[in-house]
């Protein structure tokens, strides 16, 4: 209730936009794991504030929701998507909620760490893409993901919640996010 704005990363990203919105997400039959290429669809977004054009993020993931089904959602734009991954940051235009469905917050290991587990529980689970050079799991992860992360949050607490927080905290009751 006293909350100026929620960022919801991955599953939780998926849950939000269900209980906010009704849109179910489709599980994929395998994984999708690895990092991908995104790209800037609005370089005004002050979440993407000193985002390069281009950029990397990782994604570890069965649920999959489609860009068009973010896009049917008045108010929620899709700030930036991968043509694999999908929608990547996708925000209200309020600044009131903010769904990432990779993973910025990853460390260099994260990825390599799931890949195990799974492999060590007797999956079998594909090498993450483009994550291991030559995709070989016996080298170290190429990490191109961290400095737009910590931008992206950064951006979000300075812009999102930090400035547009009222001092009156009681007058965000009355803005509360969508319910269905």
């Not at 939780?12 to 849109?23: P, Q, R, T």
């Not at 060590?120 to 400095?147: C, E, F, I, K, M």
């Amino acid at each position: 209730r006293h909350v100026q704005s929620t960022l919801y990363l991955c599953w939780a990203a998926h849950a939000a936009m269900y209980h906010f919105y009704g849109i179910q997400r489709r599980l994929r039959a395998e994984k999708f794991s690895g990092v991908y290429e995104h790209r800037v669809l609005d370089p005004n977004n002050e979440l993407l504030r000193g985002f390069d054009p281009l950029f990397y993020a990782p994604h570890s993931r069965y649920g999959h929701i489609e860009v068009a089904q973010y896009n049917s959602v008045p108010g929620l734009n899709v700030v930036a998507q991968s043509d694999t991954a999908g929608a990547y940051v996708v925000a209200s235009e309020d600044k009131r909620m903010v769904f990432v469905t990779g993973h910025p917050e990853y460390d260099p290991e994260t990825l390599h760490d799931e890949f195990v587990r799974d492999t060590d529980a007797g999956q079998s689970p594909a090498v993450p893409v483009n994550y291991y050079p030559d995709d070989d799991p016996t080298q170290s992860p190429l990490v191109r993901w961290r400095s737009h992360g910590s931008l992206l949050f950064t951006n979000w607490l300075n812009y999102y919640v930090y400035q547009t927080t009222p001092y009156d905290l009681e007058q965000l009751a009355a803005k509360a996010p969508p319910t269905r």
